[in-house]
């Protein structure tokens, strides 16, 4: 299981970034039917959710992220996306793409870095 993070970088407040994440290996109907999450965690603090859709189809976020941030996915391509809005600099961070099946088994990928200047 790979899942591939992408679409980081630096940006000024107030600007946008869309994240990706491919899990182009696995089996469709896993990947369908799996919760799928973006996870973030700044340098000193711990990891925590971000926003969450699941296999069902209903998204949740992070009340600090409301409103800016909004998660879809594409189950055809294996893909989840973090398309991120109004950006602020407390949005530095390494942002993880995670998926959880309904086993309960989760798998992280990389990471990617979203730093946002003042």
């Known amino acids: 299981v790979q899942l591939q993070a992408s679409g980081g970088g630096l940006v000024q407040a107030g600007g946008s970034l869309r994240l990706a994440c491919a899990n182009p290996r696995s089996i469709s109907s896993v990947f369908s039917g799996s919760d799928l999450g973006w996870y973030r965690q700044a340098p000193g603090k711990q990891r925590e959710l971000v926003a969450i859709t699941t296999s069902d189809g209903r998204t949740d976020v992070a009340d600090s992220v409301k409103g800016r941030f909004t998660i879809s996915r594409d189950n055809s391509k294996k893909m989840v996306y973090l398309q991120m809005s109004s950006l602020k600099p407390e949005d530095t961070a390494v942002y993880y793409c995670?998926?959880?099946?309904?086993?309960?088994?989760?798998?992280w990928g990389q990471g990617t870095q979203v730093t946002v200047s003042s």
């Open positions: 995670n998926r959880k099946e309904i086993s309960g088994r989760a798998y």
